[in-house]
């Protein structure tokens, strides 16, 4: 006996790339999809949707302003259930580490249906950071039967939980995700991006961390600007996230400033080619860590702590936390050492070569696991 019938739940933007991939594959197969959108984040969503030509056939719309994660916890438990009970799956597909994946396991497992666990296995350890996603991944990988790892550190990780069964190593879909998108070489839909001379240094800015905001975030922006002020060959482009707090912070450091761009969230296709387009990026991104690399970028991590440790190793990636001084340092470095950049920028990206939704779609056409 196979999977007959497999859902696919997201909700966060990060979640639909991912899973993208692995939806159009099994779509290939005689394996009826479906898919499930919680619409945890809405607007950004649905860009993602538009590009991949996916549409849900169950959309749950919960997202409200200013909403927590007692909203999103409450409303995708009561929600999901119905139809988890209706289409009774053989397999319910979740992503990573955030609330809908997190929640969307848990129904499955009370009404004992297998979960498969997306990008499994991979750990801070340190449950607030990043808060609640670390607990929220931990959970998950309780919940799940089979587990797709992007890498052998994460496979080693679950082993060391106990976990023995069902363990698969196929990288990372998201560079499955990346690479389609380059291939069709879009030109920017962000007016601001259409404007940018990139023969300066440009920094690729995200910054979005919940454990951030306040002075971890003024810290991290004020290093920003200091870089851009000291040096003239340099700029900065900053997707602003729709965070109220994240903006006003944003506002008050990084504006008023010639070659600081400020924008709002950018749609896929435009982030994917100013990755290919920038000089480095600075981020505290999970989706960032593993996607820059495929596009020889160094990466710093605006973080106190990363579930990327592949990148660590690799040398695709820096860790240099959210204290100004050090930041500043860091990217001065990047700046002023050719060589320190080119061996960072040279560095294999851990995360696979492009395949990995064929080799997870491949697993799940053998024999149903339990």
Do not use: W
């Not at 969230?265 to 920038?278: E, N």
């Amino acid at each position: 006996m196979k999977y007959k019938k497999i859902i696919c739940v997201f909700g966060t933007r990060p979640e639909a790339i991912k899973m993208a991939p692995i939806i159009m594959a099994l779509r290939k197969t005689k394996i009826q999809t479906i898919v499930v959108a919680t619409a945890q984040h809405r607007e950004m969503l649905d860009q993602v949707l538009d590009i991949f030509n996916i549409k849900p056939d169950y959309d749950l719309d919960i997202m409200t302003q200013n909403q927590t994660l007692f909203d999103i916890t409450q409303k995708v438990l009561s929600k999901i259930q119905k139809i988890f009970e209706t289409e009774k799956p053989d397999l319910i597909l979740v992503h990573g580490d955030t609330t809908t994946a997190f929640v969307s396991a848990l129904a499955g497992f009370y009404l004992h249906i297998p979960i498969g666990h997306i990008e499994a296995g991979l750990r801070t350890y340190d449950n607030q950071n990043p808060f609640p996603e670390e607990i929220n991944r931990q959970l998950v990988d309780k919940l799940s039967n089979i587990y797709f790892c992007p890498t052998q550190n994460n496979k080693n990780n679950l082993l060391k939980e106990n976990i023995k069964d069902n363990i698969f190593v196929t990288g990372n879909t998201v560079i499955d995700a990346i690479k389609f998108i380059a291939q069709k070489n879009i030109g920017y839909q962000e007016p601001i991006l259409k404007t940018i001379d990139f023969s300066k240094k440009t920094i690729l800015l995200t910054c979005h961390r919940r454990e951030s905001i306040g002075k971890p975030m003024k810290d991290i922006f004020q290093a920003i600007k200091n870089i851009i002020i000291d040096y003239p060959d340099t700029q900065v482009i900053f997707s602003v996230h729709l965070n109220p707090l994240i903006q006003d912070i944003a506002k008050k450091i990084l504006s008023n400033h010639n070659r600081i761009y400020l924008t709002k969230p950018l749609i896929y296709t435009d982030m994917v080619k100013l990755m290919s387009q920038c000089f480095l990026v600075a981020t505290d991104s999970g989706g960032l860590q593993e996607e820059a690399p495929t596009f020889h970028k160094p990466v710093l991590v605006l973080r106190d702590e990363t579930e990327r440790q592949e990148g660590i190793k690799a040398g695709t990636l820096i860790l240099v936390g959210t204290k100004k001084d050090k930041i500043y340092k860091n990217i001065k470095d990047v700046l002023e050492n050719k060589k320190h950049y080119l061996k960072i920028s040279k560095s294999n990206n851990p995360y696979g070569t492009g395949d990995s939704s064929e080799k997870i779609v491949q697993i799940l056409n053998q024999p149903i696991v339990r």
